[in-house]
């Protein structure tokens, strides 16, 4: 399974971005994979962003990002997105997609995924 994505960049308080992250495999099956971001800031440990079921149809959110990010997926283009919304520097980080095949598992922990992107960076400033 390849994870890649895209979206990352600079941007002010306030303002939104939305990340990319497009699966592809030989026999890769998009619904049957649980998707995540995960993000990670200079210094400071890993962080759960928000997760999505393989079905698409149950969502869940870390504690940075509700209220203010949305996950969703396209079975049609095998890509999952999160539209970042009232952005603060404290969201400054390196954004991390990645997958398992479904599982009962909580969402929130990577240890429980597989497959990871190569990360994209998003920035932003005061």
């Known amino acids: 399974v390849r994870l890649v994505e895209s979206g990352g960049g600079l941007v002010q308080a306030g303002g939104s971005l939305r990340l990319s992250c497009a699966a592809s495999g030989r026999t890769f099956s998009f619904s049957r994979y649980d998707m995540a971001w995960f993000r990670q800031a200079p210094g400071k440990d890993r962080e759960f962003v928000a997760g999505?079921?393989?079905?698409?149809?149950?969502?869940l959110y870390g504690d940075s990002g509700k209220g203010r990010f949305t996950i969703s997926r396209d079975g049609a283009k095998n890509t999952m997105y999160l539209q970042l919304s009232s952005l603060t520097p404290e969201d400054t980080a390196v954004y991390y997609c990645a997958a398992r095949l479904k599982s009962l598992r909580g969402l929130s922990s990577g240890r429980f995924f597989e497959y990871w992107g190569q990360g994209t960076q998003v920035t932003v400033s005061s």
């Open positions: 999505i079921r393989g079905s698409g149809g149950d969502t």
